[in-house]
């Protein structure tokens, strides 16, 4: 069955450690999306991928990259530069209106 | 850029009682998303609506692409119901989808 994959569900990273959290999805999707949700509010945009090879920023891009090297895999990786990295990820993919939505990953920097 | 609002933000209800969940949206839109996070869980997706109405078991969703509005109904709710329910909507084509703050639902035994 076709879906989304994101791992690990949780992580534990020690301050000013970089950290790559995983996408993977097999639907043939052309675009693909990272959200960040913290406690109590709604989920935010990062970054998203309309295309391989090609990326934007979102809402609250800073501190985090993005690669789309490949049509399956969009990784975004947490950075150091992050202030406040602890958070509920989310990873999404779609074409016209079918959607389909990984089971987050939950980051916890200590 | 579209603006999802949902209410009632926090919502409490006993074992059994009815449930709706509203979401409204202020761009018109090819489809809706509703989903459900359990407390300390991953996001699972319950709908994707494009007009009408869909059931699944207890879970009925309906859309009124005229009016932007949607709602989500919970029949005979129990308290493994309890979760956030959030609606997501796209601007157009693959444009990011913005989701809805949530509603929080507990349910009481």
């Known amino acids: 069955d076709g879906g989304i994959t994101q791992s690990p569900k949780y992580l534990f990273r020690k301050e000013g450690q970089n950290v790559t959290l995983s996408c993977e999805q097999n639907?043939?999707?052309?675009?693909m999306y990272w959200y960040r949700q913290d406690p109590g509010q709604g989920l935010r945009l990062i970054y998203y991928?309309?295309?391989?090879?090609?990326?934007q920023k979102g809402d609250i891009a800073e501190g985090y990259s993005v690669s789309r090297e490949k049509k399956e895999s969009f990784p975004l990786t947490v950075t150091s530069a992050q202030k406040n990295p602890t958070a509920f990820y989310l990873c999404a993919s779609r074409r016209d209106t079918e959607a389909f939505f990984g089971q987050g990953t939950r980051l916890t920097v200590v | 850029k579209n603006e999802v609002e949902q209410s009632p933000q926090n919502l409490t209800a006993q074992e059994g009682e009815f449930i709706t969940i509203n979401c409204s949206y202020s761009v018109g839109i090819s489809a809706l998303h509703w989903l459900q996070q359990h407390p300390g869980g991953g996001i699972v997706s319950l709908f994707m609506?494009?007009?009408g109405k869909k059931k699944h078991g207890r879970l009925i969703a309906t859309i009124n692409i005229q009016e932007k509005h949607s709602s989500l109904h919970i029949t005979a709710s129990h308290p493994r119901d309890s979760a956030v329910y959030i609606c997501a909507a796209p601007n157009s084509g693959n444009t990011p989808l913005v989701f809805g703050k949530g509603t929080r639902l507990s349910v009481i035994a």
């Open positions: 991928s309309q295309i391989v090879n090609d990326f």
């Open positions: 609506l494009s007009s």
């Open positions: 639907l043939n999707h052309d675009a």
